[in-house]
């Protein structure tokens, strides 16, 4: 075959090529990732939503060993919230999620599927706190809302809830502050999957509450904790002089909001 004729299919066929090896190299990740197959899937798809839809871009890096535990704590926008904080890790990150978002055939599967936690709105739910406790004992990642709630106004944040600090003290794990900014804010649940957004994620380093371990029922220690937490998001999104102030009379330990 002339030189002439071979020519237009060369560019086709290195496109070709460059797509399979691609592919091949993407599958190869995946495949290592701790993930089950079905998360596999997720993962990527996690990653074009808040890269491209989203535009998300991220400050710092996670600095937890491969298998250690550890809480991560986030200021609370939006619904999918829990998406631009899977960009720091290959790692599953179980979050605390409301139980009605369970009854539902979509959300429901796709909460199960990424092995969230059902938590009840109100009251103490023992179940869901020692669900976290022991997923960070064994060296995983759970994520919680201090806020407890969408922030749908102009503060920073919104008063702390207890939960963060006390299911690391049990679990004696570092809490890793976050903070979002930009956002698809929105109080419905669906519509930031087709907003547009350019969003920024800020990582903290890990508080060490290595001092307050075993004195999580002491008068007055998770809430000096909880605060703690509080001013280390705000200054990581700008506010250094944010005063933290907590909701309401702190439950017995048990509660997360």
Not at 3 to 10: C, F, G, N, R, T
Not at 190 to 193: A, D, G, N
Not at 199 to 202: C, G, K
Not at 216 to 237: N, S, Y
């Given at each position: 075959m002339p030189?002439?004729?071979?020519?237009?299919?060369?560019p086709t066929a290195v496109f070709a090529a460059m797509l399979a090896a691609l592919g091949i190299a993407g599958f190869v990740f995946l495949r290592r990732l701790p993930l089950t197959w079905a998360q596999r899937f997720l993962y990527p798809l996690d990653i074009v939503l808040c890269r491209i839809l989203w535009r998300a871009t991220v400050h710092g890096r996670l600095s937890v060993a491969p298998r250690q535990g550890a809480v991560l704590v986030c200021n609370h926008r939006s619904s999918v919230d829990p998406c631009f904080l899977q960009l720091t890790t290959p790692r599953l990150v179980h979050w605390m999620v409301a139980k009605e978002y369970y009854t539902y055939w979509a959300s429901g599967w796709f909460l199960r599927t990424v092995e969230t936690i059902p938590v009840s709105r109100g009251g103490i739910d023992t179940a869901a706190v020692m669900a976290a406790i022991r997923y960070a004992r064994q060296g995983a990642l759970v994520g919680?809302?201090?806020?407890?709630?969408?922030n749908t106004t102009n503060q920073v944040l919104l008063p702390g809830r207890p939960g963060a600090a006390l299911i690391a003290l049990k679990a004696r794990v570092p809490v890793i502050p976050c903070f979002l900014r930009g956002g698809p804010a929105s109080s419905s649940v669906?519509?930031?999957?087709v907003t547009p957004a350019r969003?920024?994620?800020?990582v903290g380093q890990p508080i060490d509450l290595s001092e307050y371990y075993g004195r999580?029922?002491?008068?007055?220690?998770?809430?000096?904790?909880?605060?703690?937490?509080?001013?280390?998001?705000?200054?990581?999104?700008g506010y250094p002089d944010f005063q933290p102030s907590l909701a309401g009379r702190f439950y017995k330990p048990g509660w997360t909001g």
């Open positions: 030189l002439s004729a071979v020519a237009p299919i060369l919680l809302f201090p806020e407890g709630r969408l669906l519509r930031p999957l969003t920024e994620l800020w999580e029922d002491e008068r007055g220690v998770l809430e000096d904790i909880t605060k703690r937490i509080l001013r280390e998001m705000a200054r990581l999104g």
